[in-house]
């Protein structure tokens, strides 16, 4: 079965902090692993990753994958009261029955003034 | 705005009902992908379809089905409804039938509640 676990659950930070979202997961056959943001409704996409080692990047926020492993993690930098989301990570299984997308529980991003 | 539309936002009902969930893919996507979102399970793949035809299949309850029509329109069928069923229904498209290869877009979601 796949497994995708993030940490933190939750974490509470104050505007101009950094903060380090966690993603690990287990999968059969990997293909990518993607990063989403949920506020009220849906979850809007920020980061698809494959290869190992190469960071992408849309302005505060970042992101890289360890094939090796077995991991990802998220990078908001200087965060804004409009960070405050769930981020979600999910990783892309492409083998036989396991043919899916399978997400992580989330972390849950509270950013106060 | 994703381009990913689904009808209705909310839906209230009664065990043992049937009801049609409702999504129109992004302009120019072929694959509509199904989830349920509850506060227990997080996110939970149902089934996709691409281009009218099921590509791949999730953890989908008998009493659930899906279909995608010609003009690429979905709808999700939930029968026999349970009190365990209400959640969060997304769709999500993407172009091709490589979901792996290309992210997924949602919809806003279609909240249902078994009273």
């Known amino acids: 079965e796949d497994k995708v676990v993030q940490s933190p659950l939750s974490l509470v930070v104050h505007e101009g902090d950094t903060v380090t979202l966690n993603c690990s997961y287990e999968?059969?056959?990997?293909?990518?692993l993607l990063w989403y943001k949920q506020e009220k409704k849906a979850p809007t996409f920020l980061f698809m990753l494959t290869s190992s080692g190469i960071e992408k990047k849309s302005g505060r926020l970042s992101s890289i994958l360890d094939k090796k492993e077995l991991f990802s993690i998220l990078n908001i930098t200087a965060t804004q009261t409009g960070d405050s989301a769930i981020y979600l990570c999910a990783v892309f299984d492409s083998g036989g029955s396991n043919y899916k997308l399978t997400f992580g529980k989330g972390t849950l991003l509270t950013v106060n003034p | 705005d994703s381009g990913v539309t689904q009808t209705p936002k909310h839906l209230i009902t009664a065990t043992g009902q049937r009801v049609t969930l409702r999504c129109s893919p992004r302009?120019?996507?072929?694959?509509v992908y199904w989830y349920q979102q509850s506060l227990d399970q997080g996110l939970q793949f149902l089934i996709q379809?691409?281009?009218?035809?099921?590509?791949a299949k999730g953890n989908i309850l008998e009493r659930f089905s899906a279909q995608q029509f010609p003009d690429l329109h979905s709808e999700l069928n939930l029968s026999s409804l349970e009190l365990g069923d209400s959640a969060l229904y997304f769709c999500a498209s993407s172009p091709g039938d490589d979901g792996g290869n290309q992210p997924q877009h949602f919809g806003d979601g279609t909240r249902l509640s078994i009273l």
């Open positions: 302009s120019g996507d072929l694959s």
């Open positions: 999968v059969t056959n990997f293909r990518s």
């Open positions: 379809y691409y281009n009218g035809e099921e590509r």
